[in-house]
């Protein structure tokens, strides 16, 4: 499964017995790590220079210092990013996760070999674990004064875990006059969930979302958002998406495909900039290496956000960006609603007097 974010972030906490690492550990490692760069990085005719330059700070001695599993494997990471930029480059000191990892691929093989397993204790996908105690992401759903929706999303899950929790947040929601998506500590995730939440906005005829390139096959491929959805569509009506330094990679990728398809109002502060998604490979039976396989081609813009981030409609500070959105939310609707039902003035005397508090 390829993830347009900080995949590694879901994996449990373990605490381990520090372990002190030879300079020939740390050659082998890195000597992996520079074989993955070569054969998986989305930049293929950087990879050369990139490897060259990791063999010259080994040599320099430069990851000296870095005694344990964990402080090398750290000191890899800011390397790789000093030399990149790129802040999909991770690598971890997670051994349990990996035996983890190694056990359920085990128990995957044996059953459809038709064999039994030997007698073990089950093993536990800790990810599908940590994504359901944080509500597949989705930390606040509520309705703000004024009838206007807010949904607070810290990262998209796989989407076979989170569409019913997904389907039933839009549900909620869809009687609103307005919408808030607060993407603001939205770390990323994986695809397809951005464009099938996408989809809730926009017709039922599937449209291109993204295109995108793989290194590793060397192929191109397209995201389509999806004629079916498990609730109402939010149609005819203002979207608004907060963003921030913190918004990542998946996070950016909808906020990016939203403002460009002209379906939302973009509010907060430019956004991380980490547009490649990502590969997990696992080095030897301690380490994983996070790297960068494949970019994405926006359909209108022909480019994404690597490096860049997504720049807002409107630029405020983070802790002013709800009220922003929700202020310009009322003026919509306050504007929207002259002489347009029976019931304007007194819906408008209401909304006037939201937004007049919100503003004090």
Do not use: C
Not at 49 to 72: C, I, K, M, V
Not at 181 to 197: E, K, M, V
Not at 276 to 292: N, T
Request: charge should be negative; glycine fraction near 6%.
């Amino acid at each position: 499964m390829i993830a347009l974010g900080l995949a590694l972030a879901l994996s449990p906490l373990f605490s381990f017995a520090e372990e002190i690492l030879s300079a020939a550990e740390k050659a082998e490692v890195i000597e992996q790590i520079q074989a993955s760069i070569e054969e998986n990085y989305v930049f293929a005719d950087r990879a050369d220079a990139l490897n060259q330059s990791l063999g010259e700070r080994l040599e320099a001695g430069q990851f000296d210092a870095a005694h344990s599993g964990e402080t090398f494997a750290e000191a890899l990471t800011e390397s790789l990013f000093e030399l990149t930029n790129d802040k999909h480059f991770l690598v971890t000191y997670n051994p349990e996760l990996i035996e983890n990892r190694q056990a359920r691929r085990e128990q995957a093989s044996q059953a459809e070999a038709g064999s039994e397993p030997e007698a073990a204790e089950p093993s536990i996908d800790w990810n599908l674990w940590y994504a359901e105690k944080e509500n597949f992401g989705f930390e606040k759903v509520e309705i703000l004064p004024g009838n206007i929706g807010y949904v607070k999303l810290t990262f998209f899950q796989p989407l076979a875990w989170m569409q019913a929790t997904l389907d039933s947040t839009l549900d909620f929601v869809s009687h609103t006059d307005a919408l808030i998506i607060d993407l603001t500590r939205n770390g990323g995730g994986y695809a397809p969930s951005d464009s099938y939440f996408g989809s809730f906005f926009l017709e039922p005829e599937p449209m291109l979302w993204m295109s995108s390139y793989d290194r590793r096959s060397d192929e191109r491929s397209e995201e389509f958002t999806v004629k079916d959805v498990g609730a109402e569509r939010y149609l005819g009506k203002p979207v608004y998406i907060l963003v921030g330094p913190e918004t990542f990679s998946l996070g950016e990728k909808f906020a990016y495909a939203m403002k460009h398809v002209g379906r939302a109002r973009i509010v907060g502060q430019v956004t991380a900039g980490a547009a490649h998604a990502i590969d997990v490979v696992e080095v030897d039976d301690r380490f994983l290496f996070q790297v960068p396989v494949l970019r994405n081609i926006h359909p209108e813009t022909g480019k994404d956000w690597e490096g860049v981030g997504v720049v807002p409609h409107v630029v405020v500070e983070l802790d002013q960006a709800l009220r922003a959105a929700h202020i310009e939310a009322l003026d919509g609707l306050i504007e929207d609603a002259a002489d347009k039902t029976r019931y304007h003035s007194r819906y408008q005397a209401r909304l006037q007097d939201i937004r007049a508090q919100l503003a004090d």
